[in-house]
Nanobody, 120 residues
Framework: QVQLVESGGGLVQAGGSLRLSCAAS????????MRWYRQAPGKQRELVAG???????NYVDSVKGRFTISRDNGKNTVDLQMNSLKLEDTAVYYC??????????????WGQGTQVTVSS
């Protein structure tokens, strides 16, 4: 059984920084792409950033230059460093990963979500 556990969410002042972490555990053989999504109240879930197993990253335009996604393949973790936070970054942030296990290949898994609140 695969589980994604997120940490690092909380309350932060506008202009400040926050680092989110997500750890995958279970009978994992490989993890291809790992991603961070976010969903603000009343809004559609949005892809924030993704990173391949080789470290190639992509970002939604609104966070380019402010957020950095990284991963540790040995630990099966993915982080999201968020700098220069804005009020509009307030959302529930979700970890997502394409994982192959001993029982099934290429399954999309989701974390439980962690709240990020940016205050002024």
């Amino acid at each position: 059984q695969v589980q994604l556990v997120e940490s690092g969410g909380g309350l932060v002042q506008a202009g400040g920084s926050l680092r989110l972490s997500c750890a995958a555990s279970g009978s994992i053989l490989t993890i291809s792409t790992m991603r961070w999504y976010r969903q603000a109240p009343g809004k559609q879930r949005e892809l924030v950033a993704g990173i391949t197993s080789r470290g190639s990253a992509n970002y939604v335009d609104s966070v380019k230059g402010r957020f950095t996604i990284s991963r540790d393949n040995g630990k099966n973790t993915v982080d999201l460093q968020m700098n220069s936070l804005k009020l509009e970054d307030t959302a529930v942030y979700y970890c997502n990963a394409d994982i192959t296990t001993r029982y099934k290949a290429g399954v999309d898994y989701w974390g439980q979500g962690t709240q990020v609140t940016v205050s002024s």
